[in-house]
Antibody, heavy 126, light 113 residues
Framework: QVTLKESGPALVEPTQTLTLICTFS??????????VTWIRQPPGKALEWLAR???????LYSTSLKTRLTISKDTSRNQVVFTMTNMDPLDTATYFC??????????????????WGRGTTVTVSS | DIVMTQSPDSLAVSLGERATINCKSS????????????LGWYQQKPGQPPKLLIY???TRESGVPDRFSGSGSGTDFTLTITSLQAEDVAVYYC?????????FGQGTKVEIK
C-alpha cells in the first residue's frame, strides 16, 4: 500500500523559509518510473502544481515560483524535502505531496498522480 | 502553460440522476507519442486529499465504482457520474499531464438537489 505523509510547521512568519518533508512508504524513489510532486491549495481555491522530483533525480519547478523553490530526495529515508523561501501571506495553503507513477512508452516515462498525502496546512502570518 | 477550464462551477443533481462535468484544455493534450489523452480526473471530499478517479482521460482507477466514467479527446473532456450517490458529493478536478508543467481545472462542486 502506497502512503505519503507531509510534515512541517503549521505557522511561518513572512519572509521566512518553509521546509516540508514528505515521508512515503510502499514504493521507492530509486525505482524507475517513480516521481514525487508537491501541490498546494489555498483555502477555498483550486490546486496548484509546484515541483517534482523523479527517480533519476530530475527536478522541475513551477515557472512562477522557481526562484523560491527547492526539492530534494533522501532515498535511504524514503523522504522528499521541499523548501519555499521568502514566504508571504499569499502562500497560506494546504500543501500536498503526491506520488506519480510513470508508464513507459517508446523509451519515455509519462507520469500521472495516483496517490496523495493528506496534506499539511501552512499559515503565513506574523 | 495549458489552461484547464471546467464547467459548470457547481451543479446540483438528484440522487440516482446523472451528473456531467466538462473540462476544456487551451490546447490539445492528445499525445502522438502515446496516442493517449494526458488527462486525469480527481475527486476531493471536504477535509480530504484528492483521489484519482480516471487517468488517460477514460481509464478508471482500480477500485473506483463503474458509475464514474471519462470521455473526450483533444481539448474537450467529460466526467460522468451515471447514478449520483450521496457519497459522491465532492469537488471534482481535471488535470493535464501533457506538458511538463501540470495544470488543474478550477474545480466543479457537485451537490445533491
Amino acid at each position: 500500500q502506497v502512503t505519503l505523509k507531509e510534515s512541517g510547521p503549521a505557522l511561518v512568519e513572512p519572509t521566512q523559509t518553509l521546509t516540508l518533508i514528505c515521508t512515503f512508504s510502499g514504493f521507492s524513489l530509486n525505482t524507475q518510473g517513480m516521481r514525487v510532486t508537491w501541490i498546494r491549495q489555498p483555502p477555498g481555491k483550486a490546486l496548484e502544481w509546484l515541483a517534482r522530483i523523479d527517480w533519476d533525480d530530475t527536478k522541475l519547478y513551477s515557472t512562477s515560483l522557481k526562484t523560491r523553490l527547492t526539492i530534494s530526495k533522501d532515498t535511504s529515508r524514503n523522504q522528499v524535502v521541499f523548501t519555499m523561501t521568502n514566504m508571504d501571506p499569499l502562500d497560506t495553503a494546504t500543501y500536498f505531496c503526491a506520488r506519480a507513477r510513470g508508464e513507459l512508452t517508446l523509451n519515455n516515462y509519462y507520469y500521472y498522480i495516483d496517490v496523495w498525502g493528506r496534506g499539511t496546512t501552512v499559515t503565513v502570518s506574523s | 502553460d495549458i489552461v484547464m477550464t471546467q464547467s459548470p462551477d457547481s451543479l446540483a443533481v438528484s440522487l440516482g440522476e446523472r451528473a456531467t462535468i466538462n473540462c476544456k484544455s487551451s490546447q490539445s493534450i492528445l499525445s502522438s507519442s502515446t496516442n493517449k489523452n494526458h488527462l486525469g480526473w480527481y475527486q476531493q471530499k471536504p477535509g480530504q486529499p484528492p483521489k484519482l478517479l480516471i487517468y488517460w482521460a477514460s481509464t478508471r482507477e482500480s477500485g473506483v465504482p463503474d458509475r464514474f466514467s471519462g470521455s473526450g479527446s483533444g481539448t474537450d473532456f467529460t466526467l460522468t457520474i451515471t447514478s449520483l450517490q450521496a457519497e459522491d458529493v465532492a469537488v471534482y478536478y481535471c488535470q493535464q499531464y501533457y506538458t511538463t508543467f501540470w495544470t488543474f481545472g478550477q474545480g466543479t462542486k457537485v451537490e445533491i438537489k
